[in-house]
């Protein structure tokens, strides 16, 4: 595509770059770090402070805490996140406001540029989206940027900026056609983002053993969950402390995401530097919001869960929020996921399900699922073509103390909340710009 004039809408820019590369995911730092030093992004700060965030789950609801807990605390803000629900937009946000199409598209053209001079290098979709929103954040650097890994940890593309405080929140399988099945070296992987003499957050306490033994090798300064910061308490009135620095913060609301992710953007907002106030820390965590995590809109509760680890936190959270009616679950997956570890955590709080079928190489069927769980005994009410196909017919079925969980992938929940954003009843409006097929 040397030479070949720029799209002039976002949505252009987006259909050329899923086609520009010849596969979805192409792991390591060596393409783009060479147009990274091209652009000059090696050579500057993105922001006063970084603050990178891998692991299996629970990135981007730390990252959402991150961001706002650093907004009440009267900071400006830049932060980066991977995939989207609804709009690209989504996956930049400068003070806290998604990035407009201006912004996006000049830095996929100074991408471009900088691919094309010299010999040419070729990027996939996700490192032109991470160089596009480097190149923005470095344009006017915040006071602190959050930056969250995509895939992996030490081959990711965001994995090119040193950050000065790296956290990893948990380990456990997923991308197992990327990362593997082994837990010790999936944990070696995310723990490649740490950087020798600068602090290392790990907010989980069954993380595998390898991630310490990087962050030893590395001098990096450890803050483990439970040993160096933690939390007391359930839901509303829960307590945060932290020994660097010694701080107790007691009476925080509940975020309605989980409690470990909130300590851990605590404890690593600290180690950047931060002077946490009582009062700001309750603000933000009163207000955050993340949609497409424990989202309920009415009836209808929304989460990108895809893994079994997730898919065990969702149960959990479902039983302790009975409902005097049944419990439905929209379920639609990709076909690298594991689906039988997803339906065996949530079976025991699941009253009937619907399966739907998913677009893109990748994807798979409704009846593929549906065989799945009717071997497990499962109560298969309907297969459908498409999430929002799912959606409409169990909405013509739903009792008003029924519920829905709609879960399996970022491309379940993002079609499924442009369905319901037509619908009156959830007082919702979501933009009608889709998915890609990049969402992981």
Not at 12 to 39: K, T
Not at 353 to 366: E, I, P
């Amino acid at each position: 595509m040397r030479n070949a004039a720029l799209p002039i809408t976002l949505d252009a820019w987006l259909a050329r770059l899923e086609a520009a590369h010849p596969v979805g995911i192409d792991l390591g730092l060596e393409r783009v770090a060479e147009v990274a030093r091209r652009m000059g992004l090696l050579d500057v700060h993105i922001a006063g402070r970084v603050v990178t965030v891998a692991g299996t789950n629970g990135k981007g609801s730390t990252v959402a805490m991150l961001e706002a807990l650093a907004r009440a605390h009267g900071l400006t803000t830049a932060t980066y996140t991977s995939p989207h629900l609804v709009r690209y937009n989504e996956r930049l946000r400068l003070n806290g406001e998604e990035a407009d199409d201006v912004t996006l598209m000049s830095g996929f053209a100074a991408v471009e540029r900088a691919r094309q001079d010299g010999e040419a290098v070729s990027l996939t979709y996700f490192e032109v989206a991470t160089l596009g929103a480097l190149w923005a954040m470095a344009r006017r650097p915040a006071d602190i940027a959050f930056l969250e890994v995509g895939l992996g940890g030490r081959l990711d593309a965001v994995n090119i900026i040193d950050p000065d405080v790296a956290v990893v929140t948990t380990v456990a399988q997923d991308h197992a056609a990327f990362l593997g099945t082994d837990l010790e070296q999936i944990g070696r992987e995310k723990a490649g983002i740490l950087r020798s003499d600068r602090p290392a957050v790990l907010g989980s306490i069954s993380l595998p053993a390898s991630v310490r033994e990087v962050a030893g090798a590395l001098g990096a300064e450890v803050h483990a969950l439970g040993e160096a910061f933690g939390r007391e308490g359930e839901n509303e009135g829960w307590r945060f402390w932290g020994h660097i620095p010694d701080i107790a913060i007691a009476d925080l609301p509940d975020p309605g995401l989980p409690l470990d992710n909130a300590a851990t953007a605590l404890q690593a907002l600290a180690l950047a530097g931060v002077n946490l106030e009582a009062a700001a820390c309750r603000r933000a965590l009163a207000s955050v919001q993340l949609p497409g995590r424990m989202q309920w809109l009415g009836q209808w509760c929304l989460d990108v869960g895809h893994n079994p680890h997730a898919a065990g936190y969702l149960a959990g959270r479902l039983a302790s929020r009975p409902c005097a009616g049944r419990t439905f679950a929209l379920l639609a997956m990709l076909g690298d996921k594991d689906a039988e570890g997803v339906i065996a955590a949530l079976t025991p709080v699941v009253d009937g399900w619907v399966t739907a079928s998913l677009a893109g190489g990748r994807a798979r069927s409704a009846d593929d699922l549906a065989a799945r769980l009717a071997g497990r005994g499962a109560d298969v009410l309907h297969r459908a073509a498409t999430p929002s196909a799912g959606a409409a017919w169990l909405a013509e079925r739903l009792a008003p103390e029924d519920r829905v969980l709609v879960c399996g992938s970022f491309l379940t929940v993002g079609e499924v909340l442009e369905w319901l954003a037509h619908d009156p009843t959830t007082g919702q409006t979501v933009d009608d710009t889709s998915v890609s097929e990049e969402a992981r």
